[in-house]
């Protein structure tokens, strides 16, 4: 069964940093692309960011770029977003998404249920 | 703002048929396939459609997919009371460099 738990969610201030990860299960994590959509409560869904399967090719929204940094680690079945320079407008659930294919295509099959971050003073 | 366009509610009675448009440009739906999630209440976002008509294993055949230029529906066939979710359309944008998502409709079932 695949799972993906997202954690590193909370309150911070604005301009501040945090560091998101996902755990993933149940497939072959290597074997494909994966995201960061976001989800303001009550509102729509925002891509936030992708990565290739090996890394190799990255890409980001236009309101997060430059700000946030997508990673990942193999080894660990485990994905990364670094977010610097925190604003009130990245307020929103975060949810890891896997891809179904290795390249950064968009087409989310799988979700994990989201961690929250807020940004408030 | 969504880049992709979807009436923001809907709502039908069981058993019947309800369809959700997506209305997109040419660097997005006329370009490239279009997915529809389901959010039910308090979940994650779930896929339903890809590439414009598939169904993921699983998925009712109830729920099925079309796309026409640059634009895409969604059909429900036989409503059920738990089909009352919220529908996203997506779809790579060429322009943008990445997916995009619909405003989301809201379904009823009354």
């Known amino acids: 069964e695949v799972q993906l738990v997202e954690s590193g969610g909370g309150l911070v201030q604005p301009g501040r940093s945090l560091r998101l990860s996902c755990a993933a299960s149940?497939?072959?994590?290597?074997?494909?692309?994966m995201h960061w959509v976001r989800q303001i409560p009550g509102k729509g869904l925002e891509w936030v960011s992708g990565?290739?399967?090996?890394?190799?090719?990255?890409g980001y929204a236009d309101s997060v770029k430059g700000r946030f940094t997508i990673s990942r680690d193999n080894a660990k079945n485990s994905l990364y977003l670094q977010m610097n320079s925190l604003r009130a407008e990245d307020t929103a659930l975060y949810y890891c998404?896997?891809?179904?294919?290795?390249?950064?295509?968009?087409?989310?099959?799988?979700w994990g249920q989201g961690t929250l971050v807020t940004v408030s003073s | 703002q969504s880049v992709l366009t979807q009436p923001p509610s809907a709502s039908g009675t069981p058993g019947q048929r309800v369809t959700i448009s997506c209305s997109g440009s040419?660097?997005?739906?006329?370009?490239?396939?279009v997915n529809w999630y389901q959010q039910l209440p308090g979940t994650a976002p779930k896929l339903l459609i890809y590439?414009?008509?598939q169904r993921p294993s699983g998925v009712p055949d109830r729920f099925s997919g079309s796309k026409s230029g640059t634009s895409a529906s969604l059909a429900i066939s036989g409503l059920q009371s738990e089909d009352e979710a919220d529908y996203y359309c997506?779809?790579?944008?060429?322009?943008?460099?990445?997916?995009?998502f619909g405003g989301g409709t809201k379904l009823t079932v009354l």
């Open positions: 590439s414009n008509n």
């Open positions: 149940g497939f072959s994590f290597d074997d494909y692309a």
């Open positions: 997506a779809a790579w944008d060429d322009s943008l460099n990445g997916p995009v």
């Open positions: 998404a896997k891809d179904i294919k290795r390249g950064i295509y968009g087409d989310f099959d799988y």
């Open positions: 040419s660097s997005n739906i006329g370009r490239n396939t």
């Open positions: 990565i290739s399967w090996n890394g190799g090719i990255t």
